[in-house]
């Protein structure tokens, strides 16, 4: 169980965030910057990012109760929102929840600093990881150990694209836009089934199959 919850978070956690492809984000929006500007706007972008998907986690099924949102509701709802970005990673299109405008690329480009909009959020924290967090969280069922396994996945996946931002350059260049491509396809489609499976287990929580 423990096993299968770490393999689940990573998963959905690495095709939300998407690393590689804020990677290729990041290039193009520090292109005329320093070393030192990219590595600032890296850590700080991964930390904001960190401290409000912690929050999302930690107080997410909490804000939802109260509002009385059960967890049958959540999960058909994030399973619906996680399958909508899975097909568009699988068609190749950036996930329009966590795509910045146009107006907003402009506005980003005229900053100095971008460490909050656009990197921390839509780009890392974007609505669908957002859900993402809840919903496995809520998933746990108060099973403290399962919650650490999600938070601690959470991290790993926040590291990984944190050295993806340190390494951008090196990333796009090793990879090339088709091989990031083939990866965001692959983790599509994975994210499609987890979507799915989200979305049916909504579905038998809420007991409308029952006879």
């Known amino acids: 169980m423990m096993t299968e919850t770490a393999a689940v978070a990573l998963a959905t956690f690495f095709a939300t965030i998407g690393p590689f492809d804020i990677a290729a984000m990041f290039v193009v929006l520090t292109a005329n910057n320093t070393k030192q500007y990219r590595r600032l706007m890296a850590i ?94 809520a998933n746990a069922d108060g099973d403290l150990g399962r919650q650490i396994i999600v938070i601690g996945s959470l991290l790993i996946i926040l590291f990984v694209t944190f050295l993806s931002l340190l390494l951008a350059s090196q990333i796009q260049g090793l990879f090339g836009v088709t091989g990031m491509r083939v990866i965001s396809r692959v983790m599509g489609i994975l994210l499609c089934a987890l979507a799915i499976q989200f979305l049916f287990d909504g579905i038998a929580l809420s007991g409308l199959l029952k006879a």
């Open 44 to 137: 700080r972008g991964t930390i904001i990012a960190a401290v409000v998907l912690l929050i999302f986690a930690l107080f997410g099924s909490t804000l939802l109760s109260s509002m009385g949102i059960s967890l049958a509701a959540l999960s058909a709802a994030g399973g619906i929102l996680l399958l909508l970005i899975g097909i568009e990673m699988v068609f190749a299109r950036e996930p329009s929840g966590t795509k910045p405008t146009s107006e907003e690329e402009l506005e980003a480009a005229s900053k100095q600093d971008i460490s909050v909009f656009p990197i921390a959020s839509p780009l890392i924290a974007g609505p669908g990881t957002m859900g993402a967090v809840i919903l496995l969280m």
